[in-house]
């Protein structure tokens, strides 16, 4: 008898694939029996409960919008668009409908000869071109300076960077039209960041030796006057068993 029911067993890899894994064989098996269902009412009723059936399986999709037309369409996937009813909106789905084509994403260009700086560089080298020239430009191409050096140490941490190779790549990026003075370091960006660094690691070993110190004042007040309290107490019983 056992050997006769396995014989009887169907693997799931003798069946049909399933169109949309998510809603699981059960779901794509009642799509397909409304399909044989001869009643126009009785067919639309019935897939009705197995758009509610389908919509309570994922209920964290509730708030996605137009959530119940995805649903629809995913019927008349399952159902591969040979099914006679009608959804809501009163759109039925087709596979021309049904499939949408993505506009093209567009890639940021940039100067692969300079790809190491990073596209951001060139944009900020832009709006430097657009300014007038005065202290604000000049302290706006010092950043630029000192973010193109240290974009430029990240990827030759093994090799000195010196401000000429920053200052031409710039010039060159530019067309020609940016210049850094030879007398200028664009080391003010780094050295910022080191002392800001040193600054919080300061601050946090003041903190640590404050809370150190108040640490030890209060653990030797509250020592001495357990002491004292135990000294006092030893010396009152002493005294009281001296008169008995």
Do not use: C
């Not at 000869?113 to 071109?129: D, E, M, P, S, T």
């Not at 960077?161 to 031409?168: A, E, L, P, Q, R």
């Amino acid at each position: 008898m056992g050997t006769q029911s396995a014989h009887n067993m169907e693997y799931n890899s003798e069946k049909s694939d399933l169109i949309i894994p998510e809603y699981g064989r059960n779901v794509q098996m009642l799509i397909r029996h409304a399909k044989t269902i001869e009643s126009d009412e009785i067919r639309q009723a019935f897939i009705e409960k197995v758009i509610d059936l389908m919509h309570q399986m994922h209920p964290q999709n509730r708030n996605i919008e137009d959530y119940m037309s995805k649903l629809w369409k995913h019927v008349f996937r399952i159902a591969e668009y040979d099914i006679k009813v009608m959804p809501p909106n009163g759109e039925i789905p087709t596979p021309e409908t049904d499939i949408t084509i993505p506009e093209p994403v567009s890639y940021p260009v940039a100067n692969v000869k300079y790809r190491h700086y990073g596209n951001n560089v060139q944009i900020l080298i832009n709006k430097a071109l657009k300014m007038e020239d005065g202290s604000k430009k000049n302290g706006f191409l010092l950043v630029i300076g000192g973010y193109m050096k240290m974009a430029y140490k990240t990827w030759n941490r093994e090799h000195f960077v010196s401000d000429d190779i920053i200052k031409g790549d710039l010039h060159k990026m530019s067309d020609g039209k940016l210049i850094i003075a030879d007398n200028i370091s664009l080391d003010g960006l780094s050295n910022s960041n080191r002392r800001k660094r040193k600054d919080d690691n300061d601050r946090g070993g003041r903190n640590d030796r404050d809370r150190g110190g108040r640490n030890d004042r209060d653990r030797g007040g509250r020592n001495d006057r357990d002491r004292g309290g135990r000294n006092d107490r030893s010396r009152n019983d002493r005294g009281g068993r001296g008169r008995r």
